[in-house]
């Protein structure tokens, strides 16, 4: 059994080999390390061993699903938390109380719907809620997300929002052989998002792209948020 000192020993080095990729990826295209937020992906990591992550300097976390953000969130300490997986109307409300951000807005009724709710939850004066609106840029049936065609009109829908604040878009790439196959979708992203916000200030400049196996090449085409698990805490037990 892994003692508590070698586990944040261990997710210590993880965290700096991936800031390292970062930081290499970084230099080759001329950003700022520190310009790029790393989210550690912590689905079926249990919460004891969250707590040491979060003694490792992982204080950004990030769950798929409402139920176990809602079971971690009151017993580890000293994190904030990312929702990023596809999220049911009848779960909003509980993730309005538990994330800190939404990265996985898909419709613009969601998008209303959490408006209203952050008023309800957060009462007034509003603290607004950070979204991202995410976007299947690869049209693939298997993913979630606005279709690109689709978020112009969307996001004119969204732009009166006042509890939530469009804080960029998000996306998950399809599955591919190497990680530089994964370029042409993070290029799509970052295209979408110049060609948005030029005729709209609703929109921010946030970039919530790569995964780990992708990360730096995310970051070489703009990422501004890596969601990266497995690199941090090694392959997820099978079901």
């Not at 989210?39 to 990591?45: E, G, L, N, Q």
């Not at 929002?161 to 190497?178: D, H, P």
């Not at 993070?186 to 200030?201: I, P």
């Amino acid at each position: 059994m892994t003692s508590p000192t070698a586990e944040v020993d261990h997710l210590r080095a993880s965290r700096a080999a991936v800031l390292e990729r970062i930081a290499g990826a970084c230099g080759r295209v001329g950003r700022d390390p520190s310009s790029i937020q790393l989210i550690a992906v912590s689905k079926t990591v249990p919460a004891e061993r969250l707590r040491s992550a979060v003694a490792a300097g992982l204080t950004a976390l990030a769950e798929n699903r409402v139920q176990e953000a809602e079971s971690k969130v009151g017993v580890v300490d000293g994190a904030t938390w990312d929702l990023v997986g596809p999220l049911q109307s009848n779960k909003a409300r509980k993730a309005v109380e538990v994330a800190a951000v939404i990265e996985s807005v898909d419709s613009v009724e969601l998008g209303r719907r959490l408006d209203r709710l952050v008023r309800e939850v957060r009462g007034l004066p509003v603290r607004r809620l950070p979204i991202y609106l995410q976007v299947n840029v690869d049209d693939d049936p298997s993913k979630f997300g606005f279709a690109p065609a689709e978020l112009e009109r969307a996001l004119d829908d969204l732009a009166g929002l006042e509890a939530v604040e469009i804080a960029g878009l998000m996306t998950i790439g399809k599955l591919v052989e190497s990680a530089e196959a994964a370029r042409p979708t993070f290029v799509g992203l970052r295209r979408l998002s110049e060609r948005l916000r030029a005729r709209s200030d609703a929109l921010g400049p946030g970039l919530s792209m790569g995964m780990t196996d992708d990360y730096p090449i995310a970051v070489e085409e703009g990422a501004t948020v890596v969601r990266v698990g497995r690199a941090i805490f090694g392959e997820r037990p099978r079901p």
